[in-house]
């Protein structure tokens, strides 16, 4: 008995193991950040004010580039809804607020995930989110923490 317990509770982090490692090919985007990037994580709402452009500078002192993908992408809308927690409609709204009042416009949108990442891996402030499936060695996986 004891063992068929043992047996179980082995199986079942085994299966949590590889649920956490496909995760990543299976989630509609993944944030992406310049090789040289001092971080590997972000908190979601850190994430959300770099691309709110409420933070304009790493720590390290680098600019601060968000790049979007073209709200047409499937990835562009997932991100809008995760990590922004908004809607296109109301982040239009935002962007018409932050132009009036503080005269900062959105980040640039960029028509591809192939546009995203050559972006982000050649400029070292820069971060992105491109379809999973799109991800290669140029670019840098960073985790999104709730």
């Given at each position: 008995?004891?063992?068929?317990?043992?047996?179980?509770?082995?199986l079942?982090?085994?299966?949590?193991?590889?649920?956490?490692?496909?995760?990543?090919?299976?989630?509609?985007?993944?944030?992406?950040?310049?090789?040289?990037?001092?971080?590997?994580?972000l908190?979601?709402?850190?994430l959300?004010?770099?691309?709110?452009?409420?933070?304009?500078?790493?720590?390290?002192?680098?600019?601060?580039?968000?790049?979007d993908?073209?709200?047409?992408?499937?990835?562009?809308?997932?991100?809008?809804r995760v990590?922004?927690?908004?809607?296109?409609?109301?982040?239009?709204e935002?962007w018409?607020?932050?132009?009036?009042?503080?005269?900062?416009?959105?980040?640039?949108?960029?028509?591809?995930?192939?546009?995203?990442?050559?972006?982000?891996?050649?400029?070292?402030?820069?971060?992105?989110?491109?379809?999973?499936?799109?991800?290669?060695?140029?670019?840098?996986?960073?985790?999104?923490?709730?």
């Amino acid at each position: 008995m004891r063992l068929q317990r043992w047996f179980a509770a082995i199986l079942c982090c085994l299966l949590a193991a590889a649920g956490n490692a496909s995760e990543q090919k299976d989630a509609a985007f993944v944030v992406i950040v310049h090789p040289s990037n001092h971080y590997d994580v972000l908190s979601r709402s850190r994430l959300e004010f770099l691309f709110q452009r409420k933070i304009s500078r790493w720590p390290w002192g680098a600019e601060a580039q968000p790049i979007d993908l073209d709200s047409a992408s499937p990835a562009a809308r997932e991100f809008t809804r995760v990590v922004l927690k908004t809607t296109e409609e109301r982040l239009a709204e935002y962007w018409i607020d932050q132009r009036a009042t503080r005269g900062v416009s959105p980040p640039v949108r960029l028509s591809s995930a192939a546009a995203v990442k050559a972006f982000v891996a050649s400029h070292p402030g820069a971060v992105g989110y491109i379809p999973a499936a799109d991800l290669d060695a140029t670019v840098k996986v960073m985790r999104v923490d709730p």
